[in-house]
C-alpha cells in the first residue's frame, strides 16, 4: 500500500511559480514510477508529467514542456513539481500517481491517487 498526499496548492500570478510536493508513505516508494495529473473545472482529467522510479526518464504533456519540471528524492518518499510561467489555463486541481509501471502512470491507470491539491492563476 503506498498512500499519497500533495502539499498546498495556492494562488499566484500569471507568470509566477509554485512548487507541489507530493509525499508517500511505505517503504517501497523507490521501486514506484510517479506522476502528476490535473483537471480543471468542467473538464476531464488530464496527464501532466511523468518519471521512472529511478528518476531516470521523464514524459511531459506538451502543455507544460518546458516550463513544468517533475523530480524526486527517494530517500524522502517524496516527488516534486516545479511549475514555472504558470498561465490561467494551468488552474485546476492537481493529483500524485503512483504505480510501479511509468506507462500506467501516463495512461491514468496508477494504483494509487492523492486526494488533490487547487491551484490558481489569476491576477
Known amino acids: 500500500q503506498v498512500q499519497l498526499v500533495e502539499s498546498r496548492g495556492g494562488l499566484v500570478q500569471p507568470g509566477g511559480s509554485l512548487k507541489l510536493s507530493c509525499a508517500a508513505s511505505?517503504?517501497?516508494?523507490?521501486?514506484?514510477?510517479m506522476g502528476w495529473f490535473r483537471q480543471a473545472p468542467g473538464k476531464e482529467r488530464e496527464f501532466v508529467v511523468a518519471i521512472t522510479w529511478s528518476g531516470g526518464r521523464t514524459y511531459y504533456a506538451d502543455s507544460v514542456k518546458g516550463r513544468f519540471t517533475i523530480s524526486r528524492d527517494n530517500a524522502k518518499n517524496t516527488v516534486y513539481l516545479q511549475m514555472n510561467s504558470l498561465k490561467p489555463e494551468d488552474t485546476a486541481i492537481y493529483y500524485c500517481?503512483?504505480?510501479?509501471?511509468?506507462?500506467?502512470?501516463?495512461?491514468?491507470?496508477?494504483?494509487?491517487w492523492g486526494p488533490g491539491t487547487q491551484v490558481a492563476v489569476s491576477s
Open positions: 511505505g517503504r517501497t516508494f523507490s521501486s514506484y514510477a
Open positions: 500517481a503512483a504505480d510501479p509501471i511509468v506507462l500506467r502512470v501516463i495512461a491514468g491507470d496508477s494504483d494509487y
